[in-house]
């Protein structure tokens, strides 16, 4: 009996070794290896980020988003000049240089237009897709999350690093309702670019467009219960450290003067919506719940 185990383990190790030298033959692995994009400019060359243009991003976005968040990545993709414009403008990026002083805002902006650009840059490079998740590989194969990197004065940064060691660093829970991963459950993609001057502003429109959407926030007065979406369970902690202080960070953008009062108090129970990671594609339109 020990034998024949032996020899069992032994034909799984094999035909896993043989599986493995077929996909990395076969080439889908090879986005395993690292993708950037960007450009590595010499370091007398990189400026601040106050210096940093972002129109050319703004019009593209004006272009293809609708006021939902909605994209129009057909277009885009087969559109030869605009993809070269994004392409432009991630090179653009690529000339800041993070050690130069900035003000906050602007560095708060940049990184959001960079997280935002280049995710949907990454969705470009695999349309027509479904969702994101669809390039999400856990053990073998291409990540956009960790894989697709943006090169920002000579170094280069995956989406995670800009979101996790960059973005939540800067203290500002209200990131979550501005970086877009592609899907339907994510805040609206804003068809602006942010800007160092309306950044706070941007911030603050989108948040409470996020809680007035009921795909992200229900109330359940006669329950006494919040629905909320799970990016607040997944960065509940970048917005306090127990509910109650989460909830009271939430209240001034909830859509009305009851829930902001549940939500001081306390006095509410949470459940969390399950998220919808279909892609946040126009020829999905009329597919989901917009506005309540």
């Given amino acids: ?120 840059h990454g969705i470009l490079r695999e349309y027509p897709t479904s969702s994101i998740r669809n390039h999400t ?12 990197q943006l090169v920002v004065g000579g170094q280069a940064i995956s989406l995670e690093g800009i979101e996790h060691q960059i973005l939540r660093k800067m ?23 942010y800007t160092a001057s309306e950044v706070e502003k941007q911030l603050d429109v989108n948040t409470k467009d996020f809680f007035s959407r009921p795909q992200n926030f229900r109330f359940d007065q006669q329950n006494k219960r919040f629905y909320l979406s799970s990016i607040l369970s997944w960065f509940g902690t970048d917005f306090g450290a127990n509910q109650a202080v989460q909830l009271k960070t939430i209240a001034p953008w909830l859509p009305d ?12 129970r949470i459940s969390f919506l399950d998220y919808n990671w279909k892609l946040n594609d126009q020829a999905n339109l009329g597919r989901v719940a917009e506005r309540r």
């Fill in 137 to 148: 590989a856990k053990v073998i194969g291409y990540n956009i999350w960790k894989d697709l």
């Fill in 171 to 193: 203290n500002e829970p209200r990131i979550h309702f501005a970086i877009v991963c592609a899907s339907i459950g994510c805040p609206r993609l804003l068809n602006q670019a």
């Fill in 1 to 120: 009996m020990k034998t024949f185990s032996k020899e069992i383990i032994a034909v799984l190790v094999i035909t896993v070794a043989i599986a493995i030298v077929m996909i990395v033959n076969s080439g889908n692995v090879a986005a395993a290896s690292k993708v950037y994009v960007g450009q590595n400019v010499s370091s007398n060359a990189q400026v601040s980020m106050d210096q940093i243009n972002h129109s050319s991003w703004d019009m593209l976005l004006k272009k293809y988003v609708d006021h939902n968040g909605y994209v129009n990545y057909k277009a885009w993709h087969a559109s030869s000049a605009d993809q070269k414009a994004l392409t432009a403008y991630l090179n653009q990026l690529s000339k800041a240089n993070p050690k130069q002083p900035a003000r906050n805002n602007a560095k708060l902006a940049f990184w959001i237009n960079a997280y935002n650009a280049v995710t949907v």
């Fill in 257 to 268: 003067q009851t829930v902001q009062n549940a939500a001081r108090q306390n006095s509410v």
